[in-house]
C-alpha cells in the first residue's frame, strides 16, 4: 500500500476523532472536545501530530506531546491510533518510527505511553519496541443507580461537626478569591498524587485557562470542602461529549485534614449530584499504590476495570 505519513491539519480532525474513538471505544470523544484540547495546551509543552492516509482516507493517526503537570523538556508521551480494521498491516509500525524520528532533535531522554491491560496488541506493540511497565492506574465505574446512601448517612454532618463546610464551584461564586484558591488547593494536592513523572505546577492563568474554562467542567459538580475561608479538599465529577458518563477528576485533601472523613463526604456529594442528574455511570482512576483512595472507592461499590498500564522507553540515562 502506497502510504502517505503527513502533518495533521484542523480538516483531519473528524478522521482522527472516529479513529481514536475506534480505538478507545469505552472513552469516547468529540471534535469538539479533541480541538479544545490541541487549542489549550501549555506552550512550553511540545506537540505535534500526524495522520497515515492511504486509498484516499485517513488510516490511523499519530502524535508525540508533553504533559504540563509532569512537565521535563526531554521527556514525551507518545500515541499511535489505527483503524481497527488496517491493523496488523504495517501502518502503526511507520508511523510509530516517524514520531520518533521526529523527536530526535529533541535529544529525548525517555518516550512514555499507556495501555489497559486487555488491550494485547497494543502491549505486545510496546514491548517489541522496548518500552517497560512502570505504573499501573485502576480503573473504577460505580452504578450510580444501585448506589445505597443508607449506610453512609450522616457522613457530611460529621464533616459539619469539624467545621467542614461543602460547597460547589457555582456556590463560591460570590468569593472574588475562588479561582486563585481553587488552583492552590489543587497544586497543593496534586503534589501527593502518584505520578509517572514528579509533579510540576502549571500557572496560574494556565489552571484557569484550560480547567475552569474548560466546556465539560460542572460548575455544580465541582465540590470544595471548607474550614472557615479556607479551601481544604476538593473532589470534582466532569461531563463528556462522548456520552452520558460522568468522569471524577482530582479528589484530593489538604495534608493536615486528611483521615477526617471529608473525602467521603465530597465523593458522596457527587454520587449525589449525579443521581439527581440521571446519569448512570461515574469513572474514576487511582495509581494502583494508593491505597487510601482505593479503598474509599471500594468500600462506595466501585467496581475495578482492566487496569491502564503505563510503559517507558528510556532512551538516555538522565545525568
Same mark, same amino acid.
Given at each position: 500500500?502506497?502510504?502517505?505519513?503527513?502533518?495533521?491539519?484542523?480538516?483531519?480532525?473528524? !478522521?482522527?476523532?472516529?479513529?481514536?474513538?475506534?480505538?478507545? !471505544?469505552?472513552? @469516547?470523544?468529540?471534535?469538539?472536545?479533541?480541538?479544545?484540547?490541541?487549542?489549550?495546551?501549555? @506552550?512550553?509543552?511540545?506537540?505535534?501530530?500526524?495522520?497515515?492516509?492511504?486509498?484516499?482516507?485517513?488510516?490511523?493517526?499519530?502524535?508525540?506531546?508533553?504533559?504540563?503537570?509532569?512537565?521535563?523538556? $526531554?521527556?514525551?508521551?507518545?500515541?499511535?491510533?489505527?483503524?481497527?480494521?488496517?491493523?496488523?498491516?504495517?501502518?502503526?509500525?511507520?508511523?510509530?518510527?516517524?514520531?520518533?524520528?521526529?523527536?530526535?532533535?529533541?535529544?529525548?531522554?525517555?518516550?512514555?505511553?499507556?495501555? $489497559?491491560?486487555?488491550?494485547?496488541?497494543?502491549?505486545?506493540?510496546?514491548?517489541?519496541?522496548?518500552?517497560?511497565?512502570?505504573? $499501573?492506574?485502576?480503573?473504577?465505574?460505580?452504578?450510580?443507580?444501585?448506589?445505597?446512601?443508607?449506610?453512609?448517612a450522616g457522613a457530611e454532618e460529621r464533616?459539619?461537626?469539624?467545621?467542614?463546610?461543602?460547597?460547589?464551584?457555582?456556590?463560591?461564586?460570590? #468569593?472574588?478569591?475562588?479561582?486563585?484558591?481553587?488552583?492552590?488547593?489543587?497544586?497543593?494536592?496534586?503534589?501527593?498524587?502518584?505520578?509517572?513523572?514528579?509533579?510540576?505546577?502549571?500557572?496560574?492563568?494556565?489552571?484557569?485557562?484550560?480547567?475552569?474554562?474548560?466546556?465539560?467542567?460542572?460548575? #455544580?459538580?465541582?465540590?470544595?470542602?471548607?474550614?472557615?475561608?479556607?479551601?481544604?479538599?476538593?473532589?470534582?465529577?466532569?461531563?463528556?461529549?462522548?456520552?452520558?458518563?460522568?468522569?471524577?477528576?482530582?479528589?484530593?485533601?489538604?495534608?493536615?485534614?486528611?483521615?477526617?472523613?471529608?473525602?467521603?463526604?465530597?465523593?458522596? $456529594?457527587?454520587?449525589?449530584?449525579?443521581?439527581?442528574?440521571?446519569?448512570?455511570?461515574?469513572?474514576?482512576?487511582?495509581?494502583?499504590?494508593?491505597?487510601?483512595?482505593?479503598?474509599?472507592?471500594?468500600?462506595?461499590?466501585?467496581?475495578?476495570?482492566?487496569?491502564?498500564?503505563?510503559?517507558?522507553?528510556?532512551?538516555?540515562?538522565?545525568?
Amino acid at each position: 500500500m502506497n502510504l502517505d505519513i503527513r502533518p495533521f491539519t484542523p480538516e483531519d480532525y473528524p !478522521a482522527v476523532t472516529a479513529i481514536v474513538n475506534a480505538a478507545y !471505544a469505552e472513552y @469516547p470523544r468529540s471534535v469538539e472536545e479533541l480541538r479544545f484540547q490541541d487549542e489549550h495546551r501549555d @506552550p512550553k509543552c511540545k506537540f505535534q501530530r500526524w495522520v497515515a492516509q492511504g486509498e484516499g482516507q485517513v488510516l490511523a493517526c499519530g502524535e508525540y506531546n508533553q504533559t504540563a503537570s509532569m512537565y521535563h523538556p $526531554r521527556k514525551f508521551w507518545l500515541d499511535v491510533a489505527v483503524q481497527p480494521d488496517r491493523r496488523r498491516q504495517g501502518i502503526g509500525a511507520r508511523l510509530y518510527d516517524h514520531v520518533m524520528a521526529a523527536l530526535q532533535p529533541f535529544d529525548p531522554l525517555a518516550v512514555r505511553a499507556g495501555v $489497559r491491560e486487555d488491550m494485547t496488541h497494543s502491549l505486545q506493540f510496546l514491548k517489541r519496541r522496548a518500552f517497560q511497565e512502570d505504573m $499501573r492506574s485502576w480503573e473504577s465505574r460505580l452504578d450510580v443507580a444501585a448506589f445505597d446512601f443508607a449506610p453512609y448517612a450522616g457522613a457530611e454532618e460529621r464533616a459539619r461537626a469539624q467545621g467542614i463546610e461543602i460547597k460547589s464551584f457555582a456556590e463560591l461564586a460570590a #468569593d472574588p478569591d475562588r479561582n486563585r484558591k481553587v488552583y492552590e488547593l489543587t497544586m497543593e494536592v496534586e503534589r501527593d498524587v502518584p505520578s509517572p513523572d514528579p509533579h510540576t505546577d502549571v500557572s496560574y492563568e494556565f489552571f484557569v485557562e484550560r480547567r475552569l474554562n474548560d466546556p465539560n467542567l460542572l460548575p #455544580d459538580a465541582f465540590f470544595v470542602a471548607l474550614h472557615d475561608d479556607k479551601y481544604v479538599g476538593t473532589s470534582a465529577l466532569w461531563a463528556s461529549q462522548g456520552n452520558d458518563d460522568l468522569y471524577t477528576g482530582l479528589t484530593g485533601i489538604r495534608r493536615d485534614y486528611r483521615r477526617k472523613g471529608i473525602a467521603l463526604a465530597l465523593k458522596l $456529594r457527587g454520587i449525589a449530584y449525579a443521581r439527581a442528574h440521571g446519569r448512570s455511570l461515574i469513572k474514576t482512576w487511582n495509581e494502583s499504590r494508593n491505597r487510601p483512595m482505593l479503598s474509599i472507592n471500594e468500600a462506595l461499590g466501585y467496581v475495578k476495570q482492566p487496569a491502564w498500564i503505563f510503559f517507558v522507553k528510556v532512551l538516555k540515562e538522565e545525568s
